[in-house]
């Protein structure tokens, strides 16, 4: 009997824009969807310990704990794995230094990378958490900074 019962996985995902605003997304080999950089949380490993062994498995980026902020839990159906949730401890990447940017590249299961406007991705096919829940909360984001100024 197969079971129509979502599974949930727990990930990190990261939050990286570059001075333009827009966002780093990646695209994994042999599928069709561009969502955060991360991954799935090893056992013991907290959110912030699996983002910085993402981030260098996948992309060549070497980060420190200092460079990460998080910025909460969110949930969203999976774009690669059917009959799933993704829980993603949503953390953003300080990348005022962009120099640490310049280099990446795709690496392991990544098959493409992009940098894509929040306001105007396109028509690239976007993960179900990207589309709702990270771009609509980085928009949130950018006028709340707006205001306070």
Request: aromatic share 4%; with cysteine.
């Amino acid at each position: 009997m197969i079971s129509n019962t979502p599974k949930d996985i727990l990930i990190a995902a990261a939050i990286i824009r570059n001075a333009e605003g827009a966002v780093l997304l990646v695209r994994k080999s042999g599928t069709c969807a561009f969502m955060q950089p991360g991954g799935k949380l090893d056992s013991g490993e907290t959110p912030e310990q699996c983002l910085l062994r993402e981030l260098e498995e996948e992309l060549g980026l070497i980060l420190e704990q200092r460079h990460l902020s998080y910025v909460r839990l969110e949930s969203a159906p999976a774009a690669n794995e059917k009959n799933t949730i993704v829980n993603a401890h949503l953390i953003l990447v300080d990348s005022t230094q962009s120099e640490l940017f310049d280099d990446v590249c795709p690496a392991a299961e990544i098959a493409e990378i992009c940098w894509t406007n929040p306001d105007d991705p396109g028509d690239i096919v976007l993960a179900p958490l990207t589309r709702d829940t990270v771009f609509p909360l980085i928009k949130r984001m950018a006028s709340t900074t707006v205001q306070r100024r």
